[in-house]
């Protein structure tokens, strides 16, 4: 009986064996479609598990831990880096699924900066507001970061009101003084294959060129001084930008020597400091000086006259009110008709043509209204007659003074 059925036995071993196998491949199978194995260019949230000097080890659901090390770990910026706690979770990027050594490679930084990349794209099909800080600057523009990456704002597209309060010929002038300003931006364009990624605050800025000079104006004051830049000339004056309002500084205002046209002495885009010397806020004017902020030539000049004072003139013109003479090479004086002659006239060239050198008497010194006033018939007048002598015996004494002078250097030396 036990001889018959032992061949029985012997068959169903492998059979046995068979089963075992396939049971145990089930079980690894199983096993395996429970790990959620890392994918390369994936994203992950995982959990740090130990932080030694070198090396990260993040827990992203496999049997052992992904590392950061190497240049992924050195690209940590050390700001970010000391921030990092055992049992924080983190984004990281799988570089690598399984290295020569079976561990899976991590990078942060990467994860961060993809992140960061998604949400530029958001952005812009978006059309949103992306609120930041201006971190720094270049020749063309800000650099300002979204996310992990550093975006750049044109010039072109930096606000209005920002770009009227740059000054300067060099990009540090213009821009070095707002690094660390908070601003809203659009994000305009995307481009990850260049690492491209331009920002727009105008975009984002919804004032415009009138509400901004509105609320300019609201700010002027009559008398202060402010900083502008040269925007366009004409015949009758230059416009000046002030904080992104233009203001206009006549013709009269620009110097004090007697100009044609304003492209003597200014440019456009030049820097100019100017007053505020009428505000209409009905009409949304400004009016600005460039030459009260200099010294009055004419100031210095009308000095040497005193009221009293006889002077040599030569006659510029005639009028029908009076004639007017030159006492220095800029400065003339106005001999009103009634100041010419002891006798009635109809007008001044019954007495004087011009060209004429004659003596005059100063009786009028108008310093605020450069305005010096003339006689001609008070030349010899007797009211005067004590100024007269004291100016006479200065000369007398300058005289005297020069002559000892002189014999003094006859002398023979001893």
Request: aromatic share 4%; no cysteine; proline share 4%.
């Given at each position: 009986m036990?001889?018959?059925?032992?061949?029985?036995?012997?068959?169903?071993?492998?059979?046995?064996?068979?089963?075992?196998?396939?049971?145990?491949?089930?079980?690894?199978?199983?096993?395996?479609?429970?790990?959620?194995?890392?994918q390369q260019g994936e994203i992950r949230t995982g959990m740090i598990a130990s932080i030694a000097p070198g090396q990260i080890l993040v827990s992203v659901g496999t049997k052992s831990e992904g590392v950061i090390s190497g240049k992924e770990y050195e690209a940590?910026?050390?700001?970010?880096?000391?921030?990092?706690?055992?049992?924080?979770?983190i984004p990281v990027y799988v570089?690598?699924?399984?290295?020569?050594?079976?561990?899976?490679?991590?990078?942060?930084?990467?994860?961060?900066?993809?992140?960061?990349?998604?949400?530029?794209?958001?952005?812009?099909?978006?059309?949103?507001?992306?609120?930041?800080?201006?971190?720094?600057?270049?020749?063309?523009?800000?650099?300002?970061?979204?996310?992990?990456?550093?975006?750049?704002?044109?010039?072109?597209?930096?606000?209005?009101?920002?770009?009227?309060?740059?000054?300067?010929?060099?990009p540090e002038q213009r821009w070095s003084k707002m690094i660390g300003e908070e601003i809203d931006v659009c994000v305009i364009e995307v481009d990850r294959e260049r690492r491209r990624l331009i920002l727009s605050e105008r975009a984002a800025n919804t004032e415009t060129r009138e509400t901004i000079k509105e609320r300019v104006i609201d700010s002027l004051q009559e008398g202060e001084v402010?900083?502008?830049?040269?925007?366009?000339?004409?015949?009758?004056?230059?416009?000046?930008?002030?904080?992104?309002?233009?203001?206009?500084?006549?013709?009269?205002?620009?110097?004090?020597?007697?100009?044609?046209?304003?492209?003597?002495?200014?440019?456009?885009?030049?820097?100019?400091?100017?007053?505020?010397i009428s505000i209409d806020r009905?009409?949304?004017?400004i009016g600005l000086s460039i030459r009260q902020l200099q010294k009055d030539p004419w100031l210095e000049k009308a000095s040497r006259y005193q009221v009293g004072q006889l002077i040599e003139g030569t006659i510029t013109r005639l009028t029908k009110?009076?004639?007017?003479?030159?006492?220095?090479?800029?400065?003339e004086?106005?001999?009103?008709?009634?100041?010419?002659?002891?006798?009635?006239?109809?007008?001044?060239?019954?007495?004087?043509?011009?060209?004429?050198?004659?003596?005059?008497?100063?009786?009028?010194?108008?310093?605020?209204?450069?305005?010096?006033?003339?006689s001609?018939?008070?030349?010899?007048?007797?009211a005067y007659a004590d100024l007269d002598w004291m100016a006479l015996e200065e000369v007398l004494e300058e005289d005297d003074t020069e002559e000892e002078s002189e014999q003094s250097s006859d002398k023979p030396a001893e």
């Open positions: 036990d001889q018959n059925h032992a061949p029985l036995e012997q068959e169903t071993q492998p059979e046995n064996h068979q089963t075992e196998n396939n049971n145990m491949a089930s079980l690894l199978e199983q096993e395996g479609a429970m790990i959620d194995f890392p940590i910026p050390r700001e970010e880096l000391d921030e990092l706690k055992v049992g924080m979770e570089v690598n699924p399984e290295d020569s050594s079976g561990n899976v490679v991590l990078s942060y930084v990467r994860a961060r900066e993809e992140a960061s990349w998604k949400e530029a794209e958001q952005l812009l099909a978006s059309k949103e507001t992306y609120h930041s800080k201006i971190i720094g600057y270049n020749k063309g523009g800000l650099i300002v970061p979204v996310g992990g990456l550093r975006g750049f704002v044109p010039a072109s597209q930096v606000s209005l009101s920002r770009r009227a309060e740059s000054s300067g010929e060099t402010r900083t502008g830049k040269v925007t366009s000339l004409a015949d009758f004056g230059a416009f000046v930008n002030i904080s992104g309002a233009d203001g206009l500084v006549h013709l009269s205002e620009i110097s004090w020597d007697r100009i044609q046209h304003p492209s003597e002495v200014l440019k456009v885009g030049q820097e100019v400091k100017v007053k505020i009905e009409k949304k004017r009110f009076g004639a007017f003479a030159r006492i220095d090479d800029d400065v004086g106005l001999i009103h008709i009634s100041e010419i002659s002891e006798k009635r006239i109809e007008h001044p060239k019954e007495v004087l043509k011009e060209g004429d050198v004659v003596t005059l008497r100063v009786i009028k010194v108008d310093a605020e209204n450069h305005r010096i006033g003339l001609i018939r008070r030349v010899e007048s007797m």
